[in-house]
């Protein structure tokens, strides 16, 4: 008999219980340490707690906890969409907000069937667009997130993503674009094309950047067709990659931003991103929900944003970043088959050629380095990257080691 009233459904990392967060590191209730590598999976953004985040929560929490927004607005919204509205690449001024990454990329899709009348979507091979119906007909990482929940939504379609294994790149972003004109030649014309949904750096699926010559190919073809650019930036934005969002790696305006995980430090938030005249075309009443809003969440992420705006973060995002993947690469030395380490900023993976020697390393990660780690790829044999962004230089120099001896220990 269940001695548990919880769901088996969510798979679990550790089995570790937590009794409290500080910055980078967690501590469970038996009083163990931990260096938290994962993140809350690119979510804690400035770290476990931030002070700062702690205490906006605390003080909006006290003067009201929801005020829906159909019913009420208040005053924290306009001030968070003026803030976005700043970081946002290109003329991105006019946002919608929701709870999670999964409903952004939904949201996304049905603004660009409004805006276009026009009903397909094309994605990319590997990508991680959520969970829901729509949001997992277009997720393409790893066949379990959508076994057994056919049939899926129709409408999506599947183009290539450059394989980062091969070594001539232009030649695999040539290969990968050519793909995409025959997919719009031969499945899903231009004409029935809402848009074409990308992460600027593939999470789910590995951690694996798309060149900028693919980010521009990909918008190229777009703008030439009416078709609307969305970039994913639910796990790459809020300066995980070393810029506020990854498309700005590559000369690229998307006309659609999806944003979640980091915006709000942990405080389940999300934000879609658009032009004013895209946004115009979007019914009043066609879109919604019962919690996009919430002042607590606003009062999180702009807080959040305080933190990830303040002179010189973005810096310390690249130069930690720097510092971790220069480290892996001298482990590369010793360690052949760790045969590819990958930035940008501290969106980093370690891919090994042989997928059945990860599991036992990030293991003897948590067990004997107590840095916690997490697996990413379509063959599970990424190890990803990705500290809370106040991450220190001890902090990385303490991960680099625990590594270091779990390479030892497992090779
Ligand atoms: C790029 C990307 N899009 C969407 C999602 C879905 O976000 P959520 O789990 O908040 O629904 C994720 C989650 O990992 C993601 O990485």
């Given at each position: 008999?269940?001695?548990?009233?919880?769901?088996?459904?969510?798979?679990?990392?550790?089995?570790?219980?937590?009794?409290?967060g500080?910055g980078c590191?967690?501590?469970?209730?038996?009083?163990?340490?931990?260096?938290?590598?994962?993140?809350?999976?690119?979510?804690?953004?400035?770290?476990?707690s931030?002070?700062a985040?702690?205490?906006?929560?605390?003080?909006?929490?006290?003067?009201?906890?929801?005020?829906?927004?159909?019913?009420?607005?208040?005053?924290?919204?306009?001030?968070?969409?003026?803030?976005?509205?700043?970081?946002?690449?290109?003329?991105?001024?006019?946002?919608?907000?929701?709870?999670?990454?999964?409903e952004?990329?939904?949201?996304?899709?049905?603004l660009?069937?409004?805006?276009?009348?026009?009903?397909?979507?094309?994605?990319?091979?590997?990508?991680?667009?959520?969970?829901?119906?729509?949001?997992?007909?277009?997720?393409?990482?790893?066949?379990?997130?959508?076994?057994?929940?056919?049939?899926?939504?129709?409408?999506?379609?599947?183009?290539?993503?450059?394989?980062?294994?091969?070594?001539?790149?232009?030649a695999?972003?040539?290969?990968?674009?050519r793909g995409?004109?025959?997919l719009?030649?031969?499945?899903?014309?231009?004409?029935?094309?809402?848009?074409m949904?990308?992460?600027?750096?593939?999470?789910?699926?590995g951690?694996?950047?798309?060149?900028?010559?693919?980010?521009?190919?990909?918008?190229e073809?777009?703008?030439?067709?009416?078709?609307?650019?969305?970039?994913?930036?639910?796990?790459?934005?809020?300066?995980?990659?070393?810029?506020?969002?990854?498309?700005?790696?590559?000369?690229?305006e998307?006309?659609?931003?999806c944003?979640?995980?980091?915006?709000?430090?942990?405080?389940?938030?999300?934000?879609?991103?658009?032009?004013?005249?895209?946004?115009?075309?979007?019914?009043?009443g066609?879109?919604?929900?019962?919690?996009?809003?919430?002042?607590?969440?606003?009062?999180?992420?702009?807080?959040?944003?305080?933190?990830?705006?303040a002179?010189?973060?973005?810096?310390?995002?690249?130069?930690?970043?720097?510092?971790l993947?220069?480290?892996?690469?001298?482990?590369?030395?010793?360690?052949?088959?760790?045969?590819?380490?990958?930035?940008?900023?501290?969106?980093?993976?370690?891919?090994?050629?042989?997928?059945?020697?990860?599991?036992?390393?990030?293991?003897?990660?948590?067990?004997?380095?107590?840095?916690?780690?997490?697996?990413?790829?379509?063959?599970?044999?990424?190890?990803?990257?990705?500290?809370?962004?106040?991450?220190?230089?001890?902090?990385?120099?303490?991960?680099?080691?625990?590594f270091?001896?779990?390479?030892?220990?497992?090779?």
């Amino acid at each position: 008999m269940s001695t548990s009233n919880l769901s088996r459904v969510w798979f679990k990392v550790t089995d570790l219980q937590v009794a409290s967060g500080r910055g980078c590191r967690v501590t469970t209730v038996e009083g163990d340490q931990y260096l938290d590598f994962a993140a809350g999976i690119a979510v804690n953004s400035t770290g476990h707690s931030h002070p700062a985040v702690v205490e906006a929560i605390a003080r909006q929490a006290e003067r009201f906890v929801h005020a829906q927004v159909n019913v009420f607005t208040h005053d924290l919204l306009e001030p968070l969409a003026a803030r976005l509205a700043e970081i946002a690449p290109g003329p991105i001024d006019t946002f919608f907000f929701a709870n999670s990454g999964a409903e952004i990329t939904e949201a996304a899709i049905k603004l660009a069937k409004q805006a276009t009348g026009r009903p397909n979507t094309i994605v990319f091979s590997g990508s991680f667009h959520g969970r829901t119906h729509l949001a997992m007909a277009m997720t393409t990482s790893k066949t379990v997130y959508r076994a057994g929940h056919a049939p899926l939504p129709g409408g999506v379609f599947v183009a290539p993503f450059p394989d980062p294994l091969v070594a001539d790149r232009d030649a695999e972003v040539s290969r990968a674009l050519r793909g995409l004109d025959h997919l719009l030649l031969s499945q899903t014309s231009p004409a029935e094309t809402a848009a074409m949904i990308l992460e600027p750096v593939l999470g789910e699926g590995g951690y694996v950047p798309a060149p900028p010559a693919f980010i521009e190919g990909v918008a190229e073809r777009c703008r030439r067709h009416g078709i609307l650019f969305i970039a994913d930036e639910v796990q790459s934005g809020f300066g995980r990659t070393g810029k506020m969002f990854a498309v700005e790696h590559a000369d690229v305006e998307p006309d659609i931003i999806c944003m979640a995980k980091g915006i709000a430090s942990g405080f389940p938030f999300a934000a879609l991103g658009t032009r004013r005249e895209l946004d115009d075309r979007w019914p009043t009443g066609s879109h919604g929900g019962t919690y996009g809003g919430n002042p607590i969440g606003c009062a999180a992420a702009i807080a959040t944003l305080d933190v990830l705006t303040a002179p010189g973060f973005l810096d310390h995002v690249r130069e930690r970043g720097r510092q971790l993947t220069d480290g892996l690469r001298k482990l590369q030395g010793g360690h052949p088959d760790l045969r590819q380490v990958r930035g940008p900023g501290l969106m980093v993976a370690t891919g090994f050629a042989d997928a059945a020697r990860v599991p036992a390393l990030v293991e003897h990660c948590l067990r004997e380095g107590r840095l916690i780690l997490m697996t990413a790829g379509t063959y599970g044999r990424d190890i990803r990257w990705m500290p809370p962004l106040v991450v220190t230089a001890d902090e990385i120099d303490e991960a680099l080691a625990a590594f270091a001896a779990a390479l030892d220990a497992t090779g």
